[in-house]
C-alpha cells in the first residue's frame, strides 16, 4: 500500500535499491466492470480527462527507469533471482490479469515489478503499471503473502483508477481558470511536457478519498487472485503497532487504521465469495 501511484499517496521521494525490472505476463481477458459483482466505487474522476493518460504513463516510465538506474548505480537494485523479487512477481502476475476490469488501458501497459532496498515502509505503483515495493515494508512488518497482495491491490488500483492523473488534472484546472479550461476540455494537453508531469508525480498526494477507493478495490483485486481480502485487517494492524499508532511517511494522507479497518469489515461480504471462488479455481 504505499502509494506512489505510483502510489501517490504520499510525496515521492524514492531511494531506490531493488531488483532488476521485470516485464510480467500478458493480461488475461477478463471482462469485469466497475458495476460487477464486488466493491463499488463509481466512475473515474472527470478531471482525469484533462490531462492525457499516455503523456503520464510516458513520464511515469521515465521516472521509474531513473530511480532503477539510481538504485542500480548504488548496488541497491535486486536481481531477478532475489527471493523476494521472486516472491513479489508471482503474486503480481496473479494480481495483474484482473486489473482490466477497472481500466481497459491496464491491457497494454508494460507492467514492471521491482524491489527498493530501503528501511522505508513504502511501496508504489505509477501510471502505467510500474510497481515498486521497499524492503523495509517486507521485511518490518513481516508480511504474509495475502498481506503483500493487499498492499499491491492497493498500489494497483491507485494506477487503474488514475488517481495520479485526476490529481493533475485538478491542479491544472484550478491554475487555468474558467476562460483557458473551455478551450484546453478538447486539448487534453494543458500545456504540460512528460517532464513536467513527472515533476509532479515525485512530490504529488493523493485524498483520503482516493485512499479509500484504492483500499476497497485492492481488496477486491487481492480476492480475485485468491488473496484472503481479511488480511487487510492483520496488516493495518500490524502498521499501528510498528508506528506506535501514527502513520508511516507514505501513509500521511490516508485514513486512519481504525477506519480502514471498519471499511475493510464492512465490504467483506462483497469480496469473499470471489476469494473463495479463486481459491477453489487455484486448487484445481
Not at 50 to 69: G, N, R
Not at 110 to 118: F, P
Request: overall charge positive; some cysteine; hydrophobic content about 40%.
Amino acid at each position: 500500500m504505499t502509494c506512489p501511484s505510483f502510489c501517490l499517496c504520499h510525496s515521492r521521494r524514492l531511494f531506490v535499491q531493488s531488483t532488476g525490472v521485470l516485464a510480467l505476463a500478458p493480461l488475461v481477458g477478463l471482462t469485469q466492470t466497475a458495476t460487477h459483482e464486488g466493491v463499488d466505487v463509481g466512475r473515474n474522476s472527470l478531471f482525469s480527462h484533462l490531462v492525457p493518460a499516455d503523456t503520464i504513463e510516458q513520464s511515469a516510465a521515465q521516472q521509474y527507469a531513473q530511480m532503477l538506474q539510481q538504485a542500480a548505480s548504488k548496488h541497491a537494485l535486486g536481481g531477478k533471482d532475489h527471493p523476494q523479487v521472486q516472491r513479489l512477481r508471482a503474486i503480481a502476475k496473479r494480481i495483474i490479469p484482473h486489473a482490466l476490469g477497472w481500466n481497459p488501458r491496464a491491457k497494454n501497459w508494460r507492467w514492471e515489478v521491482n524491489l527498493i532496498g530501503s528501511k522505508q515502509i513504502n511501496a508504489f505503483c505509477m501510471p502505467g503499471g510500474k510497481i515498486a515495493f521497499y524492503s523495509g515494508i517486507l521485511d518490518q512488518l513481516k508480511l504474509t503473502n495475502d498481506e503483500v497482495a493487499t498492499v499491491m491491490g492497493h498500489e494497483v488500483a491507485h494506477a487503474l483508477r488514475e488517481h495520479a492523473r485526476a490529481r493533475m488534472g485538478k491542479n491544472a484546472a484550478t491554475g487555468m481558470g474558467a476562460n483557458l479550461l473551455s478551450s484546453v476540455l478538447g486539448l487534453g494537453q494543458l500545456g504540460q511536457t512528460v517532464t513536467s508531469y513527472g515533476a509532479q508525480l515525485l512530490t504529488l498526494q493523493f485524498s483520503r478519498s482516493d485512499e479509500s477507493e484504492a483500499d476497497l478495490v485492492g481488496m477486491e483485486l487481492a480476492a480475485r487472485a485468491g488473496f484472503d481480502p481479511r488480511a487487510g485487517v492483520s496488516l493495518w494492524q500490524k502498521m499501528a503497532a510498528a508506528n506506535k499508532g501514527a502513520p508511516p511517511q507514505w501513509l500521511s494522507t490516508h485514513p486512519s487504521g481504525n477506519t480502514r479497518i471498519a471499511d475493510i469489515q464492512a465490504n467483506l461480504p462483497k469480496v469473499l465469495p470471489l476469494y473463495q471462488r479463486a481459491g477453489v479455481a487455484i486448487s484445481q
